[in-house]
């Protein structure tokens, strides 16, 4: 009775992949189910067009406060330098804002088209409201 080490291995081989397994399937029934893609497809159609939604909702409200900013004429003191300054803060808070998106695990987008929709939109909402807020509040007038 002669056992070759290569068959001793083979055995060893079988029995670890039947019990790694579960059901008896091998690893390539496995990768041909790809459970991954499935979760994803279910995700993707939940959120179809969220991004666009997003960008469109954030553009829509930025629209509406440039338009209560500029409907007026602007103070004639220094406004170039504080359009400016509230425009760098915007974009500052806005930069915060994808920051902490990144850290969390949501600024990720499948296409540029969608990413600079979504960052200009964001960015023009962060403009426009700081100059809102700059400009009717009376607080900095």
Do not use: H
């Not at 497809?41 to 829509?60: C, G, Q």
């Not at 220094?78 to 915007?90: C, D, E, K, W």
């Amino acid at each position: 009775m002669s056992w070759n080490f290569l068959d001793v291995l083979d055995v060893v081989v079988d029995v670890l992949e039947l019990f790694s397994s579960g059901s008896g399937s091998s690893s390539s029934d496995r990768e041909s189910l790809n459970y991954d893609e499935r979760l994803q497809k279910k995700e993707s159609k939940k959120s179809r067009y969220f991004t666009e939604k997003v960008s469109a909702v954030a553009l829509a409200l930025s629209v509406f406060c440039f338009f209560i900013v500029f409907k007026d004429p602007l103070p004639s003191y220094n406004y170039i330098q504080t359009l400016v300054v509230t425009s760098l803060i915007g974009t500052g808070i806005s930069f915060l804002v994808f920051f902490v998106l990144y850290v969390m695990e949501l600024y990720y987008f499948k296409t540029l088209f969608k990413l600079l929709l979504f960052s200009c939109s964001v960015i023009a909402f962060f403009i426009s409201a700081v100059m809102y807020i700059y400009f009717k509040s009376g607080l900095f007038v």
